[in-house]
């Protein structure tokens, strides 16, 4: 079975009653390569454990089946729970999990369907989950990889250098956990219903450690959402409604320039290791009275 011939599609679905949800951010793939291409990305022939998160009809799911020991399949729409029941009925090394992504426990899922062995995970992320699923998946800690097929803007984003427009707070927040890589481009013709954006499959490898080391990694992550807030405004401007009670305005561009930044400079342009040196920075002021 082709899961992704348009007709077969249809005749499967039809024959559950399945309608697309656009509430789900449902869309199912018809260029059979790109299961076939995220698959062989994966990892899962190498490390023989997979989680997946929102299989669809399954057929990146049967392409995993094909080359894992075991996949897990996180569904979180009971409607398809019987499509997948069908199509993937073939396989005898995958289970379907319904389930939400961003509710359940990862790491617990991975103990107790693989043991102490490691696992990678896959995705076709629908759009609106994209952020807090990536999250999800990076504060697990549970995989060797994460492979996902995201909106190809968030997938530049998430890969941004400091200093471009796409450059934000999220890359920051990637960069900090894993390292990212642009696999390939998805054109929007390849999926049914057609999206009206193209998709990129994007890849995260988690570091063993964090990509820099902060005294406060609340404090680090506040001050990359302060200096993102007001993007286009200068750091210290940007940084006055967080560091406001202990430091003027002066105060903080001497903080700035302490740790060799211009006090003109915008947040947009700080690498991971400069953000780093001034959390640091602020670590070490006493605490507002």
């Known amino acids: 079975m082709n899961l992704c011939d348009i007709d077969v599609i249809r005749a499967v679905l039809g024959r559950h009653g399945f309608r697309f949800s656009k509430s789900l951010g449902q869309n199912f793939l018809t260029d059979a390569s790109v299961p076939q291409r995220i698959a062989a990305y994966s990892g899962a022939d190498r490390v023989g454990n997979v989680v997946e998160i929102g299989p669809g009809m399954g057929c990146l799911t049967a392409e995993l089946c094909r080359r894992a020991n075991k996949v897990i399949a996180v569904e979180l729409d009971r409607a398809l729970l019987p499509v997948l029941a069908e199509t993937l009925a073939g396989f005898d090394n995958c289970e379907v999990v319904q389930g939400d992504v961003l509710a359940l426990d ?11 062995q490691g696992a990678v995970a896959c995705a076709n992320l629908p759009y609106y989950i994209t952020t807090p699923a990536i999250t999800a998946l990076l504060e697990s800690r549970a995989f060797e990889t994460i492979t996902v097929m995201v909106q190809r803007e968030v997938a530049q984003r998430i890969c941004a250098q400091p200093g471009t427009a796409a450059y934000g707070a999220f890359s920051i927040y990637v960069q900090y956990w894993a390292q990212p890589e642009i696999l390939f481009d998805v054109p929007a013709n390849c999926f049914v219903p057609q999206p009206k954006v193209d998709s990129a499959v994007l890849q995260l490898t988690p570091l063993a450690q964090p990509a820099v080391a902060v005294r406060d990694e609340k404090l680090f992550f506040a001050l990359v959402r302060a200096a993102f807030n007001m993007r ?41 290791q400069e953000f780093a040196a001034l959390a640091d920075k602020v670590a070490e002021l006493p605490e507002e009275v």
């Not at 003027?248 to 930044?261: M, Q, T």
């Open 232 to 272: 286009r405004k200068t750091l210290v401007n940007a940084l006055v409604p967080l560091l406001g009670g202990r430091l003027d305005k002066a105060g903080i561009a001497a903080l700035l320039e302490s740790v060799g930044l211009d006090a003109r400079v915008r947040g947009e342009r700080l690498s991971l």
């Open 106 to 116: 990862l790491a617990a899922l991975c103990r107790e369907k693989f043991g102490v």
